[in-house]
């Protein structure tokens, strides 16, 4: 298995230009995460989907968008990428199923620096 | 005041020492509560998880104290590679109601 994977693991934008992050996971997980990481403030969840078509906002959604066409991929969309989204961000997923805890399996993040 | 909060170190300890972190929590209505590591560079991992009666792993031990809102980590017998990011998480209600501190860093030096 594979676990959680992300691409690209870097990438450089200029102001107004967009992207798409994705995220993929081979452990048949029901949620799914996207955090951004900054020095000081910890990781912060962006938006977070509990299964296939549903997504929903977390505590910084602003400037993002989000879609989860299938179960197993999680895709994070800047429109107009803006220098305060330079940060590293973290897919995450973890199992509803009873017995299985609550641990969130992260991916191996994407470092975005927008100029 | 931050719904969790650590001391951000760093902590530099000589092998084979033991360490403590602590971690305050402000919501009272907390449930669950978690040790993850974090290598420099890397995704974060779950250690442990914290359970009321306390519980261990090896040469970790952590514990909570449900009344002051602090949970914290033991390590004995520290070991180079015990050197990371230690985050305090707490969940708050479901499954996507956790907050993540900001993390303690420790040094474990030769």
């Known amino acids: 298995n594979a676990g959680v994977t992300q691409t690209p693991k870097f990438r450089v934008l200029k102001t107004g230009q967009s992207m798409t992050l994705l995220c993929a996971q081979d452990?048949?997980?029901?949620?799914m995460y996207w955090y951004r990481q900054d020095p000081g403030m910890g990781l912060r969840l962006i938006h977070y989907?509990?299964?296939?078509?549903?997504?929903a906002k977390g505590e910084v959604p602003d400037g993002y968008n989000v879609s989860r066409l299938k179960k197993q991929n999680f895709l994070l969309g800047l429109e107009s990428a803006a220098p305060s989204q330079t940060s590293v961000y973290f897919c995450?997923?973890?199992?509803?199923?009873?017995?299985?805890?609550?641990?969130?399996?992260f991916g191996p993040g994407t470092r975005l620096t927008v100029t | 005041r931050k719904e969790v909060e650590q001391d951000p170190g760093p902590f530099n300890v000589p092998e084979g020492a033991t360490v403590a972190f602590n971690c305050t929590y402000s919501?009272?209505?907390?449930?669950?509560f978690f040790w993850y590591r974090q290598d420099c560079r890397k995704e974060p991992k779950l250690l442990m998880s914290?359970?009321?009666s306390g519980n261990e792993d090896g040469r970790f031990t952590a514990q909570l104290n449900r009344a002051s809102q602090y949970i914290s980590l033991l390590i004995r017998d520290s070991k180079l590679s015990d050197s990371a990011t230690y985050l305090c998480?707490?969940?708050?209600?479901?499954?996507?109601?956790?907050?993540f501190g900001t993390g303690t860093k420790l040094q474990v030096i030769p």
């Open positions: 989907s509990v299964g296939e078509g549903t997504t």
């Open positions: 998480v707490v969940k708050w209600g479901g499954y996507q109601k956790v907050t």
């Open positions: 995450a997923s973890s199992s509803l199923k009873q017995g299985a805890g609550y641990e969130q399996y």
């Open positions: 919501n009272s209505a907390s449930q669950s």
């Open positions: 452990m048949n997980h029901e949620y």
């Open positions: 914290v359970y009321s």
